[in-house]
């Protein structure tokens, strides 16, 4: 099975109404301003091409970020944005959202944005499952600022602020999602455009908050962070294309699986020694416990490859509707409130 | 407040106003009794301000020194301005609560104290090391010892209840004494009871038994020489409450948002003392108002932007450390002239400080606290009810100006209480904004030619799609610049505007002498006690004058010219001189401080002496 023809995405089939908007609907007027052969490049024109296809009227869009190469991409998208600060994306996010329900809420994030000097927001809109769409462009590097290591890059890394290397281990955003009882969390990456585009798809038509590591290059301080993927020789030894309800199997021609030894996964030759598909791992995002999409998060280089597609897929009560039911409850019980009986509630007496 | 006393007949002594205070353990019940007595003196004719003292400590040990929660009141004619500077009555159920709160009793006065609670326990817990009520210490106070635990049994007996439930009605017992000591009725309290308890009979019949039993008590063991009777107030005519701080300001901004026609978003972090305002709002769902408890103050900061952004009135509240971490976020807002609302109930600083303590050490970071060119409007509150008017006045300019708004209450004015004249709805500004024309072309930043604020625009609204962020606008378009004339535009723009705000707001009234030897200048939470302290010495004779800010920024655009008319200029704040230096910074004028940051607000007197000296100096 070749990557390009992963078939990660479970969402439902678009709405039969049938968008009259195009891509170019969803490019503004603003001049994209990341270096040439950036990954970002991709991933705007995939989530403009996603856009269209939601039925979701323009107007009703809203693209929130923080600070970072990435979060300049509500600047090219022509619907409602705004740039933030350097990590609050989220707790704008929650804002927005919760004034008007109604909106299609996107947060676009980078590493250092959402993972070093913004992850508690990150964490408690995961563990609140706000019904938006948080974007993680994870590039393992700070490239607005020039190159330093980012809480993603791997140990011992060498950059502008780490001349000898990194003494510091990378933070892993997918189990940090999992961990914060994330009811959508998916993996994908830039270099893949199909993949791509079906798992931003898949995330925006899942109700509550969903997050979307995309692993991508920054051309400029961290280009070959992707080398495996990006070797087509190497690619499918590296890299494992999850599908649900599917055994999970990778390398050339699937010959390679995952098998459980114990407690802990094993990386076996399907068809050798007896090993059939019925011992593999079969991949589900949707079970009562999310401990599977736990191993298949912590799989990982040297020894593991690493899982690409949607570990964990529930549906549980948007923080944005019980907000709104509280309201709608009090307003049945209570009748809708009338000022000038609030502020004559209480002790009163009159003055004559 | 001096108590004018005018014998009339034999048992009764008429005086002005009264100041009480109720002291006790934190599981005494005190609060109860201090707010029931305030709620029948407010329903009796006189104007009655308030102050609770909660303890410092959560949960401390019962008869703790740390253990001790009071309530202070005082009441009278319409010149009572503050709960009072020194009670002249202090009910003092444990030894714990007579010790604290002794020294701040009027030298004469009356001490009535729980004798059945001077054991030797509860004297050592208190760290007193022999009976104060025996050793004749307290020989300059009236004192009035009253098995108060061991009468308040023998009322509630007949309800058959538990031990525990039993000593819990003794605070009606004090509440009852009280009551008599100020020729109070004990119906409106009974009808009270009978409201509270209807679920438990045994519990409103053995409270209700208490009270009278208190009153009584009072009435016919003949401790107190005479009864009180305070004067009545004139007020003005309508409905009263009683409001504290944090209640009027959660009103304040339903109103608001109400008046706006929009949804209320209130972000907020838990910080003592700012969280009631959190509690209070989250009871009213109904008025559509929507409360979130973030994960930090700087989620809360940028979330109630978000809301506004979103079309909601976004606001938020905050103290101390909060009010730092929001910094960035409002920083924000300026720039993406968003309307918000920030509450920040000061308290005494820096970094914890002390959380339940008074101060008013953030003006200057209010005006100037964060980084860039960062103008925004400064508001404060002058008594607790002013919350009200002063929150309301937030939002109105926030909308109407586009911009986030800082209002500053405090510590004292979150926990105090006075009356307030319930307003119709219709007394209330309308803020509802009008809509852009539709087809007009339209650029997120093009200002209105009058106030300077950019068109408020919400997602939702088809073919006006916009983006907005913290990197510097292009003047009008509102796209990204980095050009430095532009900047430069942006800067004086985002300045003009706020500066403009001095054209849509009241004017600066003095009270007393409109030109003279020297004028009191304060803002914030020492209204009371620099009104009473000028009234005082007007009555004296003194040409002196009261000037209180609400505005801070930008100031009153008579200021200036009444500054120009007094000799002198006296800054009486609880920080150590913050609108004295923005006073002598915009008007070149030699204002003197008055500092005081001892966790409590001036005390009437404290300022009266000190102008006193001031003027003494002047004519000698
Ligand atoms: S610095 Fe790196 S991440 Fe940023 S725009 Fe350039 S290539 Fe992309």
């Not at chain 2, 004295?580 to 300022?607: H, M, Q, W, Y």
Request: net charge neutral; charged share 20%.
């Amino acid at each position: 099975m070749s990557a390009y023809e992963s078939e990660c995405c479970t969402a439902d089939q678009p709405d039969a109404t049938i968008s009259l908007l195009t891509k170019k609907d969803f490019q503004s007027a603003q001049e994209v301003k990341w270096c040439p052969g950036c990954g970002d490049f991709g991933i705007l024109s995939q989530v403009q091409n996603v856009l269209p296809k939601l039925g979701i009227p323009r107007e009703k869009i809203v693209f929130v970020s923080g600070i970072g190469c990435s979060s300049r991409f509500p600047y090219y998208l022509n619907t409602y944005g705004i740039h933030g600060i350097h990590g609050r994306a989220p707790a704008i996010a929650m804002g927005v959202k919760c004034a008007n329900p109604e909106l299609s809420v996107w947060v676009v994030t980078g590493d250092g944005d959402s993972l070093s000097i913004g992850t508690n927001h990150l964490i408690h809109c995961l563990r609140r499952n706000l019904d938006l769409t948080i974007l993680l462009l994870n590039n393992q590097i700070y490239g607005l600022t020039k190159g330093q290591y980012s809480p993603t890059s791997e140990f011992g890394k060498k950059t502008k602020s780490s001349p000898l290397g990194t003494i510091e281990q990378p933070i892993h955003p997918i189990p940090l999602a999992l961990a914060a009882e994330g009811t959508f969390v998916a993996r994908t990456v830039f270099a893949d455009q199909a993949h791509l585009g079906k798992t931003i798809e898949a995330a925006a038509r899942h109700k509550g908050t969903s997050f979307v590591e995309i692993r991508q290059n920054c051309v400029v301080f961290n280009d070959n962070v992707l080398g495996t993927f990006t070797d087509a020789d190497t690619r499918g030894d590296h890299w494992i294309y999850l599908e649900q309800g599917r055994p999970i199997r990778f390398g050339k021609d699937g010959r390679k699986g995952l098998a459980m030894r114990g407690t802990q996964p094993e990386i076996v030759a399907v068809g050798e020694g007896g090993v059939r598909e019925e011992n593999l791992i079969v991949h589900d995002a949707r079970g009562a416990s999310n401990s599977q999409a736990y191993l298949l998060a912590g799989l990982a280089p040297p020894e593991f490859p690493t899982a690409l597609g949607i570990f964990r897929q529930v549906e549980k009560p948007t923080y944005d509707d019980l907000l709104m039911d509280q309201i709608d409850d009090a307003i049945a019980k209570n009748g809708r409130g009338e000022l000038a009986k609030l502020l004559n509630a209480g002790t009163t007496w009159l003055v004559e | 407040m001096v108590q004018a006393k005018l014998a009339k007949e034999k048992e009764f002594v008429q005086v002005r106003s009264a100041t009480v205070r109720f002291a006790g353990d934190s599981g005494d019940g005190m609060q109860l009794a201090g707010s029931q007595f305030a709620d029948i003196a407010s329903m009796t004719g006189t104007v009655v301000r308030t102050l609770t003292d909660f303890p410092s400590e959560i949960r401390a040990p019962a008869g703790s020194l740390g253990g001790v929660s009071g309530f202070q009141l005082s009441f009278g004619d319409e010149e009572v301005r503050t709960p009072g500077d020194e009670p002249y009555v202090l009910i003092a159920m444990n030894p714990a609560a007579l010790k604290m709160n002794l020294a701040e009793l009027q030298p004469g006065g009356i001490v009535i104290v729980n004798e059945d609670e001077f054991t030797p326990g509860n004297l050592a817990k208190a760290a007193y090391s022999s009976n104060p009520l025996e050793t004749g210490d307290l020989s300059s106070f009236r004192v009035i010892p009253v098995s108060m635990t061991r009468l308040n049994e023998e009322a509630v007996r007949p309800m058959n209840l538990s031990r525990k439930d039993a000593a819990r009605c003794k605070n009606f017992f004090a509440l009852g004494m009280t009551l008599w000591l100020y020729d109070r009725p004990l119906q409106p309290m009974l009808e009270w009871l009978m409201d509270k308890f209807r679920k438990n009979k045994a519990i409103m019949a053995a409270n209700g038994a208490s009270l009278r039993a208190g009153y009584n008590f009072a009435d016919t063991a003949e401790l107190f020489r005479v009864q009180h009777t305070v004067a009545t107030a004139r007020l003005p005519k309508g409905r009263y409450r009683r409001v504290t701080g944090n209640e009027a300001a959660a009103l304040g901004l339903i109103a608001a948002a109400n008046r706006a026609g929009r949804a209320l978003v209130y972000a907020s972090y838990p910080i003592t003392p700012a969280s009631e305002i959190l509690h209070e709002l989250s009871k009213h769902k109904e008025y559509d108002v929507r409360t979130l408890q973030t994960e930090d103050e700087i989620a809360a900061c940028v979330a109630a932007m978000g809301a506004s952004f979103a079309g909601a009135i976004g606001a938020t509240g905050t103290s101390g450390p909060g009010l730092s971490l929001k910094a960035e976020g409002l920083g924000l807002a300026v720039m993406t002239e968003l309307p918000m609302v920030c509450i920040n109930v000061q308290r005494a600083g820096p970094s914890t400080g002390m959380p339940t303590k008074t101060e008013q050490a953030d003006l200057l970071m209010a005006v100037y606290g964060r980084h860039g060119e960062c103008p925004m409007p400064v508001l404060a509150a002058a008594t607790p009810a002013d919350c009200f008017q002063m929150t309301f006045e937030a939002v109105r300019l926030a909308v109407k100006y586009m911009t986030p708004v800082m209002l500053l209450s405090d510590s004292f004015l979150s926990s105090s209480a006075e009356p307030w004249r319930v307003l119709a709805p219709e007394e209330l500004p309308d803020l509802r904004i009008a809509e852009l024309p539709a087809g007009e072309d339209f650029a997120p930043y093009r200002r209105d030619p009058k106030t300077l604020s950019r068109p408020w625009v919400v997602p939702g609204t088809p073919k006006r799609e916009h983006r907005i962020g913290g990197l510097e606008k292009l003047d009008g378009a509102g796209t990204v610049s980095y050009d430095a004339a532009n900047h430069q535009r942006m800067v004086n723009l985002r300045a003009e505007k706020i500066a403009g705000i001095s054209r849509d707001i009241p004017p600066a009234e003095v009270t007393g002498a409109k030109e003279g030897d020297l004028l009191v200048i304060g803002w914030g939470s020492t209204y009371g006690a620099i009104a009473a302290a000028v009234d005082e010495l007007l009555h004296a004779g003194r040409r002196v004058a009261h000037l209180h800010l609400r505005y801070l920024n930008p100031f009153p655009a008579n200021l200036g010219e009444i500054l120009s008319k007094y000799e002198r200029i006296l800054v009486p704040e609880n920080n150590m001189g913050h609108l004295c230096s923005l006073l002598r910074d915009r008007f070149l004028v030699n204002a003197l401080p008055l500092p005081k940051v001892d966790g409590r607000t001036f005390r009437i007197r404290e300022i009266q002496e000190h102008v006193e000296t001031l003027l003494g100096g002047l004519f000698r």
